[in-house]
């Protein structure tokens, strides 16, 4: 597997909380991506980054936002969790755009 | 939107026999992806196919690009219970972001 680690792995929080997730890689990929994942509607693209302090929206961006101030980290906020926001968030990198994606392990999210 | 479609959303089996899962595009795609997710895991990825009617093969599983573009599949043969999982495509037209399909759910029974 890439060197790709997610932390934390499991959270519970509150309505209206912040929430920070952080993905990081060793493999000194380009492009760093976040997905969500829920039943019924497979992965779902939320933002993605191109390079330090480079990023754009993906298809279910509202809600959420990015940092990347190194190449190896790539940050989510959710700057005030909604329970439509409970879900599975997987990180993912690749070395150039039209390559092949490595996903980490996934974190865990439920907002109550 | 640029949208792909996946079917069957399930699909049980019995061990041995072979499992099939379709991809369908709105738009032409540049290439096209196949990620397997087993329980509780994430998504690995497979293969990449990119030209038109492309056939690649990995052991018993082999995929398929269709002539448009537009389409793909994954076919399996004799299933194992190591194949459990959801198998995913995913399209990319040009340069866009690539859309993954809903997935497909593959359970084997022994």
């Given at each position: 597997d890439a060197g790709i680690t997610q932390s934390p792995r499991h959270k519970v929080t509150e309505t209206g909380t912040p929430v920070t997730l952080r993905c990081h890689q060793t493999e000194n990929h380009r492009y760093m991506y976040w997905?969500?994942?829920d039943p019924g509607h497979g992965l779902r693209l939320i933002h993605y980054s191109y390079g330090v302090k480079d990023t754009d929206k993906g298809e279910v961006s509202d809600g959420y936002s990015v940092s990347r101030s190194?190449?190896?980290d790539f940050l989510l906020t959710l700057e005030s969790a909604t329970s439509s926001q409970t879900s599975v968030y997987f990180c993912a990198i690749s070395e150039e755009r039209?390559?092949?994606?490595?996903?980490g392990p996934g974190?865990?999210?439920?907002v109550l | 939107g640029q949208q792909v479609m996946q079917i069957p959303q399930y699909q049980h089996v019995q061990e041995g026999e072979d499992f099939t899962t379709y991809c369908n595009s709105s738009t032409t795609l540049s290439n096209i992806q196949w990620y397997k997710q087993r329980p509780g895991g994430h998504p690995v990825f497979l293969i990449q196919l990119v030209k038109s009617g492309e056939v690649k093969k990995q052991k018993r599983l082999t995929f398929q690009f269709g002539e448009a573009k537009k389409n793909s599949s994954l076919h399996i043969t004799a299933t194992q219970t190591t194949d459990v999982g959801?198998?995913?495509?995913?399209?990319r037209r040009n340069t866009d972001k690539l859309i993954f399909g809903t997935g497909t759910r593959l359970q084997v029974f022994p």
């Open positions: 997905y969500r994942q190194k190449t190896e039209p390559e092949d994606q490595y996903f974190t865990r999210l439920l | 959801t198998y995913f495509c995913a399209g």
